[in-house]
């Protein structure tokens, strides 16, 4: 098999994201993780509450305040669990989880 380890539960899912080949011929799904933006100590960031591999919470950087636009952080990242759940890839789109409180936030920033 692929060796990706348990599948993500399908609660944790908006949609799937993209494919990905392990290597070995096999496809596997990449799944989305829904981030809201947060803002904290001069620089944004992103914060996935239920992680699709480990359902637990993960934060990832999304820029420095007043120079990025934290939008262009979101894409395609690694878990930060990948070692915690022994995967060989632990890899997820951050999607917007709502993209009009962002809108918000950022008007805000301006």
Do not use: W
Not at 18 to 42: C, F, K, V, Y
Not at 78 to 105: F, G, M, N, W
């Amino acid at each position: 098999m692929g060796g990706f380890g348990r599948p993500p539960r399908r609660d944790s899912l908006r949609n799937t994201a993209a494919m990905a080949s392990d290597g070995g011929g096999q496809d596997r799904t990449i799944p989305n993780a829904l981030a809201e933006l947060e803002i904290g100590a001069g620089q944004f960031s992103s914060k996935v509450k239920i992680c699709p591999f480990c359902q637990k919470g993960h934060v990832h950087g999304g820029g420095l305040l007043g120079q990025d636009d934290p939008r262009r952080f979101l894409g395609f990242r690694v878990a930060h669990c990948i070692r915690k759940c022994q995967l060989h890839v632990a890899s997820y789109k951050l999607i917007d989880a709502d993209p009009s409180r962002t809108e918000k936030i950022l008007r805000g920033c301006g």
